[in-house]
């Protein structure tokens, strides 16, 4: 947890679950693992509302005894939250996109109250007449758990056993002592296991004019709460899974960019081939023979057979090395080099970063270190090729941000400084982690610099939130238009200006947000497939 | 710089490395040294590439303001207890103020309140934090009323439970004469007269003088 991450966190939380439960958060982040008490003790907040942020994010787990637990990977997920919900709509339309966001906002849900919940959205935002099938939005929650992008909660009387197990109703498990991590998703067996629950009927439409209908709708959800059979069984969204996604779609983009069309679409059918067989933190997909990849290419994309070869031997030799030789039967075995695939992304990542902030020429020499790995000032300045008083001022540059460091190598025992060679070397891994950083910082300092904007403008930004609904309620009850536009000259026209400045500097700011945040993926999916050696 | 400063006069800018070593010729030109703290907002020599601003990332854009704007009515919202005063008064001491919303309003399904509750096992047991204000009690009550099935089934935190429960009967009872604060007036001493007035056509039996 460092300060950047733990500042960051701690703005994510303010904006989405109010100030009280960031105060804790921050608290648990900065501590660790600790009990009620002692949180509530020291951040002064009455208990019971502990309760409610400790529910309502669902990224704590009861240790023992009770300990609350914050995890500052998770918070930082929330940054992601459109880029998922963006991804299911691509892959799954407005169904399940309004499923995962549901799901998303809820933390975990029943299967039954999704459905019903995103089938009454989807028919409010239907014509009037139609409705939807609760039937099209289950099949669409079954696709998305058979595609394991949603997945089961583990179950609650895991959790409990950690707890001093008073109510008789929880089943005693033999792990006496509570294990000190919470129990994943992936070590329940049932994790993709639909429950069996036949729901039958369509969405409701809600009109504010029908008061009546609501209350009998909302009677009858009640009842069908109660009658649907899958109590207690929850479900989450599946985060790795997404990543996968992701890393995937970064890695046939780059293939594509680099290479061509086809040879994009051969790694992605290699990739998809390889979607259920490869481990989250696999180094390489199972290896693939050429028979296999040409019988499973899209129908569209029909290229012979010995221009598939040909392809694969070029994405072979390529020196990115995304895709590598692992044997020659069937054809010759194909693996997608994925740790390697990732390290090059980062590289390139590090390197455009380089380039933007310091110029072409720095990015020259970093790119050269990262190459040779250790060269002499001379050696640097004769490789490449620039001259030396430049030279020297673009490495201490980059020395002193710490993107490159400096290896001392003594030839004598007493490291006499005039008798050492000094060396300049690039650590690709250091340096991402360094870079991530200062992503985390950067959307701290973008979260701050909007909630400061929107602070500044309050008074504006509520006058117009007034004015609009006072012309929705005119405009409800049937005014003419000389009232309306009275109305709306209320706001004169350099506060409109003011207004309109505003949204489009929020709207950069939140859109600058979501970009960096791809970089962050970038940089944490290279270190989290270093971690796992 | 090592020994510049130090140098016992053995000739100008002794130190004890080769400065060729690092790259820095004889006689040349070093930059000036840095005397103050770099500037908070340095300029930039480079100007940063634009936002890649697509149908894709306007999209996403509107998810995420939207996403923001829902959460914000979600219970898991919580929004704290802020009492605006502009004078503090001795009344407020014995008067309710409304609880927030989010603890009355939320009701999550059996299944998570039955993980909330083991985690709220602890709680029963503490005294001194949830005794000290009368907002406080007002919740607790809430929650004990809704978690009671549990509350029964705590043994060993039997003794507390009662005490409180004696407590909660003795507020429901005796609304009125309030003898926990040790004071002798009834409520309606504390009233500041804003509620008069209000229902006046009720009673017309009784003779008004």
Known sequence: MTAQEVRLCGLLLQEHFGEVVERIGTHLLRGGAQNLRTIANETNTPLDLHGACDFGSGRRGPGSPVEYRASCERVLRVLRYPRYIYTAKTLYGDTGELIVEEVLQRGHMTMSNTVKTVADRLTHNMEEGRSMEYSEVVSAFSKLVETHFLQRCPPVAEMGTAATSTTPATPSTPAAPASTAPPTAESNPDCYKLPHVTLIGRGKRRRSSDDSEEQRGGKKAKMDSESCGDEGIYWLVNFERFHQHFRDQAIISAVASKLDQTSSEIVRTMLRMSEVTTTQTA?????????????????????????????????????????????????????????????????????????????????????????????????VEDFAM????????????LLSENLVQLQEIPKTPDHAPSRTFYLYTV??????????????????????????????????????????????????????????????????????QQLEALRHHINKLDSTENQVDETVFLLESYIFSTKTK | MVGLGHSRGRGKGYMSFSIEAVGIGKGENLPPSILQPTPLFPPVEHKPVPLVMGEEGEYMLALKQEFRGNMKNLPFYVRPAISKKDVERYSDKYQNSEPSDNTIEWNPDRGSWF???????????????????????????HNLEVGITLEEEVTSDEEEGEKKKQEEEQQDGEDEYDEEEETDYIMSYFDNGEEFGGDSDDNMDEAVY
């Open chain 1, 283 to 379: 180094a390489y997909t199972q290896p693939l023979s050429a028979n296999e990849i040409f019988r499973s290419l899209p129908p569209n994309y029909s290229i012979s057979r010995p221009i598939l070869d040909q392809y694969l031997s070029l994405l072979v030799d390529d020196p990115m090395e995304f895709v590598g030789k692992s044997g020659d039967s069937g054809g010759g075995m194909y693996v997608v080099n994925l740790q390697r695939a990732l390290a090059n992304l980062a590289r390139a990542t590090l390197e455009s970063v380089v380039q933007e902030r310091f110029g072409s020429r720095s990015a020259r020499i970093f790119r050269l270190l990262l190459r040779k790995r250790h060269l002499e000032q001379k050696q």
């Open chain 1, 386 to 397: 620039i001259p030396a008083k430049e030279a020297k001022d673009m490495l201490y540059t």
């Open chain 1, 427 to 496: 650590n690709q891994l250091p340096t991402a982690r360094l870079l991530l950083q200062h992503c985390y910082k950067t959307v701290a300092n973008l979260i701050e610099r909007r909630l400061f904007e929107t602070k500044e403008n309050k008074r504006l930004l509520e006058k117009s939130q007034r004015i609009e609904a006072i012309l929705a309620s005119l405009q409800a009850s049937g005014a003419e238009p000389e009232q309306l536009t009275e109305v709306e000259e209320m706001i004169t026209a350099p506060e409109r």
């Open chain 2, 115 to 141: 993980s909330l509750m083991i985690g709220f096992c602890p709680f029963l047991s503490v005294t001194d934090t949830s005794l000290s204000t009368r907002v406080d009690k007002e919740e607790i009550i």
